[in-house]
Nanobody
Framework: QVQLVESGGGSVQAGGSLKLACVVS??????LAWFRQAPGKEREGVAG???????SYRDPVRGRFTISKDTAKNTLYLQMNSLKPEDTAMYYC?????????????????WGQGTQVTVSS
């Protein structure tokens, strides 16, 4: 059974940093990704990482966020720097055996419960 558990969310001021973590159990060969959803908006992709470590980013976060994983710890990370108020959202990690990428969130089979990130101006 695949389980994803996020942590690391919180409240920060604009320009600050946060690092999210997602412990992934039961899917060592999964493509992993971070998504976010702000109130009243559709869920959107943030970043993804393939089993070989290849990464991809959506334009709004490129250059500010870094996705990584520690295979030994079964943990996915999202380092978020230079945070902006528009980054405020619930952040979710997702996993799937197929390399879906960072656009088609509705195709992902496995999801965490989410962790809230709030950035104040």
């Amino acid at each position: 059974q695949v389980q994803l558990v996020e942590s690391g969310g919180g409240s920060v001021q604009a320009g600050g940093s946060l690092k999210l973590a997602c412990v992934v159990s039961g899917c060592s060969r999964c493509y992993l990704a971070w998504f976010r959803q702000a109130p009243g908006k559709e869920r959107e992709g943030v970043a993804g990482i393939d089993i070989d470590g290849t990464t991809s980013y959506r334009d709004p976060v490129r250059g500010r966020f870094t996705i990584s994983k520690d295979t030994a710890k079964n943990t996915l990370y999202l380092q978020m720097n230079s945070l902006k108020p528009e980054d405020t959202a619930m952040y979710y990690c997702a996993a799937d055996l197929s390399p879906i990428g960072v656009y088609a969130w509705d195709l992902y089979k496995y999801w965490g419960q989410g962790t809230q990130v709030t950035v104040s101006s």
